[in-house]
């Protein structure tokens, strides 16, 4: 017997490798994670379903946990959709969970804070494996003050200074929960942060001045003049994409 057809709202916890991407965000004549699993979901529905994620992540970023809902009139199950979408989704793309949700969860509005990685290669020569996930620095890096500049953001700051131009928001003050910087067993540079929001670059910009730091090119206790500047030109330049991955999304 079949289900009869409600109208649901489905959330889905997605993976993806966003080398190939130009970013999360649906965009006219390129390939986006967003119209992706839009079209993936319009071929299980038969109907036109807008995607609503988390937030945006840009060109060449990855996820471990992007957060999306939407919302359609359908008698599938979560576990139909969760089989379905990742039959029809190129293989670096993958749906981890899928579950019902109530009609007002909002996968953007409802967000409490997110954490970001990002992962930092230091490595005299030319890499082959991982390159793609991780910046390639053929330096030795001064860790103890990364450390002591990454723990400067924490707290409730404004974050005009780390902000890339275009940044769709009413303020630049954003709340930094955690910020820390440790080395794993593989000697990778594992940059974490967790906030309640998050500007336009603003991770990136952040690791390209802790690396300026671990060049000696800058002094840690920089940091708090930097942020009271809200002077970009004052912070350092802006990572590459490909080491920064969005970890989890609360709520």
Known sequence: MKSEIRYKNI????EYDGS????????K????????????????????VPLVGSGRTDAGVHAWQQVANFKCHTRLTPENFMN??????PKDIAIQSCGEVPVDFHSRYNVQSKIYRYYIGQCPHKMALFHQYCWSIPHKLDMDAMQNASLLFKGTHDFKSFEG???????SVRTVLRSQLTVNENQY???EIEADGFLRFMVRNIVGTLV?????RMRFDAIPNILTSRNRHMAGPTAPPHGLFLMAVKY
Not at 20 to 27: C, D, F, L, T, V
Not at 29 to 48: D, F, K, L, R, V
Not at 84 to 89: A, C, E
């Open 84 to 89: 379905g979408l990742n039959s029809l989704l």
């Open 29 to 48: 004549n390129c390939q986006s994670i967003q119209g992706i699993i839009e079209s993936a979901i319009s071929t299980m529905t038969g109907q036109s």
């Open 189 to 191: 540079l594992i940059y």
């Open 11 to 14: 959330k889905l916890i997605i």
């Open 20 to 27: 190939q991407y130009s970013g999360w965000q649906r965009q």
């Open 165 to 171: 131009a275009g940044s769709p928001r009413s303020t």
């Open 212 to 216: 300026e730091i671990g060049k000696k």
